[in-house]
């Protein structure tokens, strides 16, 4: 578990800018429940990275923004009952979010109108349903 975060295929996120706090975690634990420091909080400072270029630390900055406590991201993790396993889906969901926030923004849609086939068969099916409920209609005399 040890060594870089690899986030993506060209970001890798140095063990040293990771910070690592363990507290007891709340929920199911058995007799261990009290005693083992089981929930983990993961810290990483995405202002202060040198992991990131600059224009995707400008980017993550930007869309992390709400999330973001002084620059700081902080990533939970209490679901399992083992440090370890807590540990790792912290690491986890950290390369998840950073990868979401440091992606390129997507294509910008350009408009459409539909093709002329497209309007035929949508005005036909209109006539067609128009007669059906036509069909239904009981004449009042």
């Known amino acids: ?3 870089p975060l690899l986030v993506g295929s060209s970001v890798a996120i ?8 363990f507290s007891r975690s709340s929920g199911p634990g058995g007799q261990g429940v009290n005693t083992t420091d089981s929930r983990v909080e993961l810290s990483f400072d995405v202002a202060a990275t040198t992991a990131l270029p ?3 630390k400008a980017r993550a900055l930007e869309r992390l923004a ?9 990533i939970s993790a209490s679901e399992y009952r083992s440090q370890l396993r807590n540990r790792e889906a912290a690491r986890a969901r950290l390369a998840h ?5 440091i ?3 997507p294509k910008t849609r350009r408009a459409t109108k539909p ?4 309007e035929e068969r949508r005005l036909t099916a ?10 239904r209609r009981t004449e009042d005399p």
Not at 14 to 21: D, S, T, V, Y
Not at 97 to 101: C, G, L, P, R, Y
Not at 115 to 118: F, L
């Open 1 to 3: 578990m040890p060594g």
């Open 54 to 56: 600059p224009p995707l």
């Open 103 to 105: 992606a390129p923004p």
């Open 14 to 21: 140095p063990e040293a800018e990771l910070g690592w706090r």
């Open 115 to 118: 093709s002329r086939g497209a």
């Open 126 to 135: 209109k006539r067609h349903r128009s007669a059906l409920k036509r069909l």
């Open 66 to 74: 709400p999330r973001l406590v002084g620059g700081v991201l902080t």
């Open 97 to 101: 979010v950073i990868a979401q926030a």
